[in-house]
C-alpha cells in the first residue's frame, strides 16, 4: 500500500513527538534540580547575565516551539527574537551553569522538532 500514498507514515511523526515530550521532561527535571541546589547553597554565587543562541530552524512555528520549551525550563528565558528569527536573546540565572544547560538543550530540541515537523 505505501506506493499509493506519497506522505510518509504518520506514526513516525507520532513517536517524534513523544521523544521530543520526554526529551523536555528530562531536561524539565535537571535543569530544577540545578536551579534547586543553586537556591539552597548557602552562599548565592550565581552570575545573572543575557546570552545569544543562534537557531537553525525555519519555520515560525518550529521558532515558536523551541522559543516555548527553553523558556518552560527554569534558569532561562528568552527576552528577545531578532528581526530574521535566528538569533535569539536570553536571559539565564547563572551564565556558566544555565546558559551552557541551555545551549546543550537546544541542540537537542532542534533535533526533536526537526523530527516533529519535517518529513525526515
Known amino acids: 500500500m505505501r506506493r499509493f ?3 510518509p507514515f ?7 513527538l513523544v521523544s ?13 534540580i540545578l536551579i534547586t541546589k543553586q ?3 548557602p ?10 543562541m543562534e537557531t537553525s530552524l525555519e519555520t515560525d512555528f518550529e ?7 527553553l523558556m518552560l525550563t527554569p534558569g532561562s528565558v528568552v527576552v528577545e527574537l531578532s528581526e530574521d528569527g535566528k538569533t535569539f536573546y536570553m536571559h539565564a540565572m547563572d551564565i556558566p ?10 541542540d537537542q530540541f532542534e533535533k526533536a522538532i ?4 519535517r518529513d525526515v
Not at 521530543?20 to 530544577?32: P, Y
Request: no cysteine; glycine share 6%.
Open 5 to 7: 500514498f506519497n506522505a
Open 39 to 41: 537556591i539552597m547553597s
Open 20 to 32: 521530543l515530550l520526554i526529551l523536555f521532561v528530562r531536561e524539565l527535571i535537571s535543569s530544577s
Open 43 to 52: 552562599k548565592l554565587t550565581i552570575k545573572p547575565g543575557i546570552f545569544t
Open 10 to 16: 504518520y506514526l513516525k511523526r507520532v513517536g517524534a
Open 97 to 106: 551553569d544555565s546558559s551552557d544547560m541551555v545551549l546543550r538543550s537546544k
Open 63 to 69: 521558532i515558536t516551539l523551541l522559543a516555548l520549551l
Open 114 to 117: 526537526k523530527g516533529v515537523t
